[in-house]
């Protein structure tokens, strides 16, 4: 898993969609869904299910997104701490 995947899946997760998730993200869908399959090879247990067209998370869904939101909140703070170290060039 990388943080790439971790704002695939939130995009997923809000738009309930992966079309709508992927034109959000600027990628195609068939990217975006390889992306999900591989998390699903990857053993994890299954994240979304799938209700009158929408995909709706379920309980394990719901821990892995606010596990992904607290992660990216922390790799944003810890960016924006690190920027007054990097060489200017």
Request: no cysteine; glycine share 4%; hydrophobic share 40%.
């Amino acid at each position: 898993m990388n943080l790439k995947q971790l704002e695939y899946i939130i995009a997923i997760a809000e738009e309930q969609s992966i079309k709508n998730a992927a034109d959000r993200l600027y990628i195609s869908q068939p990217a975006l869904s390889q992306q999900l399959a591989k998390l699903k090879k990857e053993g994890l247990p299954p994240l979304f299910y799938r209700k009158s067209n929408k995909l709706l998370l379920t309980d394990a869904g719901k821990i892995y997104i606010n596990g992904a939101r607290q992660i990216l909140s922390i790799w944003q703070e810890w960016e924006e701490e690190m920027e007054g170290f990097y060489e200017k060039k």
